[in-house]
């Protein structure tokens, strides 16, 4: 790594083209690089496999190309199948959502039809709202719109690249889940589980695309 007077850090670079750089006048003897086994800057002449190649007057450094500054400090390429799979994480915020307010529609009207995969919690609120009034029902439906909106800005900023809303979104549904776990809800417990694998990978897509563009 060489460091300019202005603060501006280049490479890392190759022997050979380092090399290349002193014989070109690029680097003069109290430029400060930095080898790749040690942690600390020190002026090139420092280094005895240098100290041959400089000349004994000082010579007028050559400004490094923007070129060359620009392929040295590129970022990483990020294949294709990052943002793809962490989109497709994060899109499972939003079934969960969808799914656990067809659940409460269903099972606020009576009916017996539902899906597996949806929140526990949903379940709880309408299975105490089933025993109560039409006031109960109509307060149990508005903490399941709460619960799913919850999870569906889970989904807005997981699409945005936000690691912490995969975090917390998964660790409140596997929350969740000891809710199913306690019902001895296997099925439901299962797609919970599978739910989970998918937004876990999303999270890492996430984290492999923040440090690849940061």
Known sequence: MVRRA?????????????????????????????????????????????????????????????????????????????????????????????????????????????????????????AIASTAGGAGKGIAFGLDIAAAGTFVLFGVFANKAHTWAFIVGMILFAMDAVLVLLGQMWLSLALHAFALFYLFRGMQACRELKRAVG
């Not at 497709?88 to 067809?102: D, E, K, N, T, V």
Request: charged letters at 10%; aromatic letters at 12%.
């Open 6 to 126: 202005d603060g501006k850090e280049y490479g890392p670079v190759s022997f050979e083209q380092f090399t290349n750089w002193i014989n070109e006048g690029r680097i003069t003897p109290q430029q400060e690089v930095k080898r790749s086994d040690l942690q600390d800057w020190t002026a090139a002449s420092a280094f005895q496999e240098f100290q041959p190649l400089f000349s004994p007057a000082p010579s007028i450094p050559v400004p490094i190309t923007p070129a060359l500054s620009a392929a040295a400090t590129a970022p990483a390429r990020v294949s294709p199948a990052v943002p793809a799979q962490m989109k497709s994480g994060a899109s499972w915020f939003y079934w969960i959502a969808a799914l656990s307010l067809i659940n409460s529609v269903a099972s606020l009207s009576g009916s017996n039809f539902g899906f597996a995969l949806g929140l526990g919690v949903t379940q709880v609120f309408d």
